[in-house]
């Protein structure tokens, strides 16, 4: 039922990437220049790497990976400096997205709000950057992307900018008494203290139920905005492959499930990542009683921030809502290259085309589509 899920072994057998398509297990190839590609679920280097270095997210994880694995078949694949059986020290990670609808290329990583680049410097993202372009071209992808925060010196001359989104972080070392001071009066506190009086029953776990009641609070909101659900599978895979780290929190009102979100969490952060709910019930307040418990959780854990994401900037629903916990935001930008070939304008073009044709299918069809397409659009 669950996903197959890999575990790391330690073939770093090379071959030359200017010379065969990457198609092989293990740490691969040396594209030029002393950059080289390895494949994280094979390199028993990854985990300890991820696991140190200060700006390695939850994206970066073998769980997360594997559940794209998994689910949709995409291939990860890392450019870094670190030669075979040395200490990694820096990396560029991706995922191979092979789509016949879509076309085929590198992305940093799909459906992930953001995956920074593990680099010491910026001599080495220009360094990475820079022979970016030369993996592209070889294996003959459309386009390579990236997701990261503000850094851009080193990656510009490969790649354009070609969104940018608002992403809010909410910091949690004061005192879970300051924190809840700082939420909205109204908005928010209100709500708790609301939610708190309506007798809704709340779990927490990662059992086959909760993923079975979270599921069907995700398809209720994604139908609710025309927009085709993920498909089951990828919650599956993502309890199974990340396992204790993965948390899915739910408030029932009697037998009914109301309200649910995904968390998962790393080393000192906590990332929410989905929510759902059923719109008869959103006058209970039971999402804020839901990011409430997270948030006490968190800090019970000695975690130190609360991720929430990446919004549109013209989501100005979603992004009120991330203020009004007392989040702040930073800019957020997809880079996409050759820089030739990117036009920013098609970009956003497509995604509106792709919301209205949305708007026109039928909810039970919209199912039907997100477990078929998801696969070609990460």
Not at 60 to 76: D, F, M, N, S, V
Not at 208 to 226: D, P
Not at 230 to 247: H, I, R, S, T, Y
């Amino acid at each position: 039922m669950m996903g197959l899920v890999l575990k790391p072994d330690h073939n770093t057998d090379a071959i030359c990437c200017g010379q065969a398509p990457i198609a092989r297990e293990g740490a691969m190839d040396l594209v030029q220049g002393g950059v080289w590609t390895i494949n994280p679920l094979l390199d028993d280097r990854w985990p300890k790497f991820v696991d140190r270095h200060p700006n390695s997210s939850v994206f970066h994880t073998i769980g997360w990976l594997q559940a794209l694995r998994t689910t949709y078949g995409y291939e990860p694949v890392v450019l870094t400096t670190s030669a075979p059986f040395e200490k990694l020290t820096n990396a560029l990670l991706f995922c191979v997205v092979r789509s016949w609808l879509t076309g085929s290329r590198l992305v940093s990583l799909p459906f992930t709000d953001h995956c920074e680049p593990l680099v010491e410097n910026r001599e080495q993202l220009r360094s990475l950057s820079a022979h970016l372009e030369t993996l592209r071209s070889t294996q003959r992808w459309k386009y390579a992307e990236m997701r990261c925060s503000g850094i851009s010196v080193g990656v510009e001359e490969e790649l354009r900018e070609c969104k940018v989104y608002r992403w809010h972080r909410l910091d949690l070392r004061p005192s879970l008494d300051a924190l809840y001071k700082g939420f909205h009066k109204d908005c928010i506190r209100r709500r708790i203290r609301h939610a708190e009086r309506q007798g809704l029953r709340y779990e927490e776990g990662r059992s086959e139920s909760l993923v079975l009641s979270f599921y069907a609070l995700i398809v209720q909101t994604r139908l609710r905005k025309h927009l085709p659900p993920q498909p089951f599978e990828w919650f599956q895979n993502l309890v199974a492959c990340m396992g204790k780290d993965v948390c899915i929190r739910i408030a029932f009102k009697g037998d009914q499930p109301v309200a649910g979100i995904l968390t998962m969490n790393h080393r000192k952060k906590m990332y929410y990542k989905y929510g759902g709910s059923d719109a008869r019930f959103n006058n209970l307040g039971a999402t804020p009683m839901l990011f409430w418990q997270a948030i006490q959780a968190a800090k019970a854990a000695g975690m130190e921030e609360l991720d929430l994401g990446r919004s549109e900037p013209e989501d100005g629903g979603l992004i009120r809502f991330k203020e009004r916990w007392g989040a702040q935001s930073m800019r957020l930008t997809l880079w996409r290259g050759p820089v030739g070939e990117v036009f920013p304008p098609l970009e956003r073009l497509k995604v509106r085309l792709a919301k209205t044709i949305c708007t026109y299918v039928p909810a039970k069809m919209l199912v039907s589509v997100g477990r078929h397409m998801y696969r070609h659009v990460g």
